[in-house]
């Protein structure tokens, strides 16, 4: 192939990964209803260092103050047509987000071989319109692979009850089911959280898993992905078509990846 060939060749896939990325992401992955290990979450910033154990410097580099604040605060990329006061409440607003949102897990510790029984995730806060949140083995950005690659079958599609408190099922349905809907990871829909008002969304998602039928210990643990900037009204600009843009573009650091510890369950 002639290098103006390669070259625009490359110019064009860079034009549909950023385009891709700026439609996707923000607003969740309406249109990948599968297993997702955290690794595609690549800009997202991580809470702490640990998500990225042996990564050396990089592991610092991924982390919320370093990745995203330090950036908003520098008033780089979209943050320099806000005040440096206006910066900083955008900051008190993304740090109180971050404060309140979590991910809890609930589960037996002890099930016997292939008994089939639930685990329930609890997340609140992320900036909504939606959060994601799956079932990996570790707690580890790079290395962590969906739950059943641990051994645990997923049982039938995840139960998502939304902050209304109401079953949702929209986002599953997509997905065939001739070709099984028993998939570790899901996102929720009608999320909205404000960091000005203190007011956090809430989420439940309830998985049905069967154990392994070797007796042994197995990981488990949850990992939440969220956004952080469209909780806050210095975060976003509106679109013509009313839809949040955050301040930062689609490639920025204000997704996050949260883990739960990381949890053992002994069949035995
Ligand atoms: C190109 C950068 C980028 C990549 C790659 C990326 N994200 Fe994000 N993600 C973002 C940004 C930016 C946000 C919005 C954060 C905000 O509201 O401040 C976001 C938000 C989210 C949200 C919450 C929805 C929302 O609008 O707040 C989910 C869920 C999510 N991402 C999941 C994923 C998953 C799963 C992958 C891998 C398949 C992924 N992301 C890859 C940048 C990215």
């Known amino acids: 192939m002639k290098s103006r060939e390669l070259a625009l060749l490359g110019s064009g896939l860079l034009w549909i990964t950023a385009a891709s990325a700026a439609q996707a992401y923000p607003g969740g992955t309406p249109s990948y209803q599968t297993d997702v290990a955290p690794f595609c979450a690549a800009c997202h910033s991580s809470v702490d260092e640990a998500a990225l154990a042996g990564a050396r ?25 806000l005040s440096e006061a206006d910066r900083a409440t955008l900051v008190e607003h993304i740090r109180a987000i971050d404060a309140n949102s979590k991910i809890e897990m609930e589960f037996p510790p002890q099930v016997a071989p292939g008994e089939t029984f639930q685990v329930k995730v609890n997340v609140t806060g992320g900036a909504g319109p939606v959060v994601g949140v799956g079932l990996v083995d570790r707690a580890h950005r790079w290395y962590a692979r969906p739950a059943s690659s641990a051994g645990w079958i997923m049982g039938g599609a995840p139960t998502v009850i939304g902050s209304d408190g109401q079953p949702q099922s929209a986002w599953i349905s997509k997905r065939p089911e001739a070709v099984g809907r028993n998939i570790t990871f899901v996102n929720v829909t009608g999320i909205e959280s404000d960091a000005a008002a203190g007011s956090w969304a809430k989420a439940k998602i309830i998985y049905t898993l069967k154990a392994p039928d070797k007796p042994g210990d197995y990981p488990l643990v949850g990992v939440y992905f969220y956004g952080t900037e469209k909780a806050s009204p210095l975060g976003y600009t509106t679109s013509p078509l009313g839809q949040k843009q955050v301040r930062g573009g689609g490639s920025s650091a204000s997704g996050r990846v949260k883990f739960t510890e990381e949890f053992v ?3 035995k």
């Open 57 to 81: 410097e990089r592991a610092a580099k991924e982390v919320v103050e370093k990745k995203h604040l330090a950036t908003i605060l520098a008033g780089l990329r979209g943050y320099g047509e």
């Open 265 to 267: 369950i002994t069949v």
